[in-house]
C-alpha cells in the first residue's frame, strides 16, 4: 500500500538530519591533572537548541513508522520545555497541530521558542501534573501523546545509527585516551543515559557510567532502594533533569554510579563552565561538570589515568532571567559562592574539598 503522507513525513525528517552537522566534542582546559582529559559534547549546537532535537526525532520517526502520527494528528507532549521546543519544530515541518503540557514555572524564553515554531503551550502548576493533563488533551483532541518519558529509551537506536554514544566514541579516536574511563550526565527522561550504558555493554568497552542527579529528583534514591513508587513534591530546579517520579524510560542497572548535586553547585559549576569553556550553557551542564569534576579527583587520588566525556545539553541564553540572574538567585536562596570557590580550588590545585 502506498502512503504518500507518511513517506513525505519520514523523507523530511531524514532531509533535516542529512542538512544538520555533527555536534562538537569538546577538549576542557583542565591543566592541573595532564593524565585525566574531560571532554564536553556540546549538544547546543542542534537546530533546536539542545539534545533534544535527537529524541524528538527519534519520537516522530517512532510515531509515524508505528502508525500513530498520519496527517490529522494533533502531537500533545509533557515536558519541562527542551523536548517541547524540539517537537514544536518537527511538528510544524510536517504541518501538524502541536500542544506543549510544561510547569508554569518553565523559562519564557522557552515558551517564547514555541510559539515561534507555531506550538501552544499548556501550563499546570506542579510539574506532576504534565502526565495526566497531557493524556486527557490527547483524548480532548483525538491527538497524540508523545510521551517521552516512556518511549525515550525505546525510539532511540541503541546499537548504533549515529546515537549519541555511537558519535563520542568516533570523535574519541584519535585521542590519548579514546576509550573514556567515565560517562557523565543526567536523567530526564533517562533516555541518553540509556543509550549511553547499552551501548557501552553492546560494544564491550571498559567504560563506566555516571548519572548525576538534582534536588526534588527521585531518581538517586530509586537507583538504591529500586522503589518504584517514589514521587517527589516539588519540581526539579534544573530544567531537563531530575523528576518527581521513577521514568519507565530510566534504566538503572546501565548506571554504574550516581552522584547527588546540591541546586546551588549546579548553578556555580554552570558559571564555572563559562569561565572553562567561553561560553554559557544551562544548569544541567554544570550538573554534569560538577558530577566530572569529582570523579576526576577520585580518579587521580586513585592513581589512575584516562579520560571523562560528559554532555553540554543546552546553552545559557534560555536562562539569562533565571539561572544566570543574580537577583534570580538570592530571591530563590541560592548561595553559589561556596560552590565557586570549592571548583576555582580545584581546577587550580587539584584538591577537592567536600
Ligand atoms: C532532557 C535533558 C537532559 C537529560 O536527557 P534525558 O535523555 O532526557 O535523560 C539534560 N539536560 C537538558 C537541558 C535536557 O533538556
Given at each position: 500500500m502506498y502512503r504518500p503522507w507518511t513517506s513525505e513525513a519520514i523523507r523530511k525528517i531524514e532531509s533535516d538530519f542529512h542538512r544538520s552537522a555533527d555536534t562538537h566534542l569538546v577538549r576542557l582546559?583542565?591543566?592541573?591533572?595532564?593524565?585525566i582529559q574531560l571532554y564536553l559534547k556540546?549538544?547546543?549546537?542542534?537546530p533546536t537548541g539542545s539534545l533534544k532535537h535527537r529524541l524528538a526525532r527519534s519520537l516522530f520517526l517512532f510515531g509515524l513508522c508505528n502508525g500513530?502520527?498520519?496527517?490529522?494528528t494533533t502531537i500533545i507532549e509533557a515536558s519541562s520545555g527542551s523536548t517541547a521546543i524540539s517537537e514544536a519544530y518537527f511538528a510544524r515541518m510536517l504541518g501538524l497541530p502541536f500542544i506543549a503540557v510544561m510547569?508554569?514555572?518553565?523559562s519564557s524564553a522557552k515558551i517564547c521558542q514555541i510559539e515561534t515554531y507555531g506550538g501552544q503551550c499548556h501550563f499546570v502548576?506542579?510539574?506532576?501534573?504534565v502526565y495526566t493533563e497531557a493524556q486527557q488533551l490527547a483524548k480532548l483532541h483525538n491527538g497524540?501523546?508523545?510521551?517521552q518519558f516512556t518511549f525515550a529509551e525505546r525510539a532511540?537506536?541503541?546499537?548504533?545509527?549515529?546515537?549519541i554514544a555511537e558519535t563520542i566514541y568516533q570523535q574519541m579516536?584519535?585521542?590519548?585516551?579514546?576509550?573514556?574511563s567515565w560517562l557523565v550526565v543526567g536523567a530526564g527522561t533517562g533516555g541518553t543515559s540509556a543509550t549511553l550504558g547499552r551501548y557501552i555493554r553492546y560494544r564491550n568497552f571498559n567504560s563506566y557510567l555516571c548519572v548525576v542527579d538534582p534536588e526534588n529528583s527521585v531518581f538517586y534514591d530509586y537507583y538504591h532502594q529500586?522503589?518504584?513508587?517514589l514521587t517527589g513534591k516539588t519540581g526539579s530546579a534544573i530544567e531537563g533533569i531530575g523528576r518527581p517520579r521513577v521514568e519507565?524510560?530510566?534504566?538503572?542497572?546501565?548506571?554504574?554510579r550516581m552522584i547527588r548535586v546540591p541546586d546551588a553547585a549546579s548553578f556555580a559549576a554552570m558559571r564555572f563552565l563559562e569561565k572553562i569553556s567561553g561560553r554559557k550553557y544551562g544548569a544541567s551542564s554544570g550538573t554534569n561538570l560538577y558530577g566530572t569534576f569529582q570523579l576526576a579527583a577520585d580518579m587521580h587520588r586513585a592513581g589512575q589515568k584516562g579520560s571523562i566525556v560528559t554532555l553540554a545539553?543546552?546553552?545559557g541564553e534560555r536562562y539569562s532571567d533565571t539561572y544566570y540572574n543574580k537577583a534570580w538567585l538570592s530571591a530563590k536562596g541560592y548561595n553559589i559562592q561556596p560552590y565557586l570557590d570549592q571548583l576555582q580550588r580545584f581546577y587550580d590545585t587539584g584538591q577537592w574539598e567536600s
Open positions: 582546559d583542565f591543566p592541573v591533572f595532564p593524565d556540546d549538544e547546543s549546537t542542534h500513530w502520527i498520519n496527517q490529522d510547569p508554569r514555572s518553565t502548576d506542579n510539574s506532576s501534573q497524540h501523546y508523545m510521551d532511540t537506536d541503541w546499537r548504533g545509527n549515529n546515537n579516536q584519535a585521542e590519548t585516551y579514546p576509550v573514556p529500586r522503589d518504584l513508587s519507565p524510560s530510566f534504566m538503572p542497572d546501565v548506571v554504574d545539553c543546552d546553552a
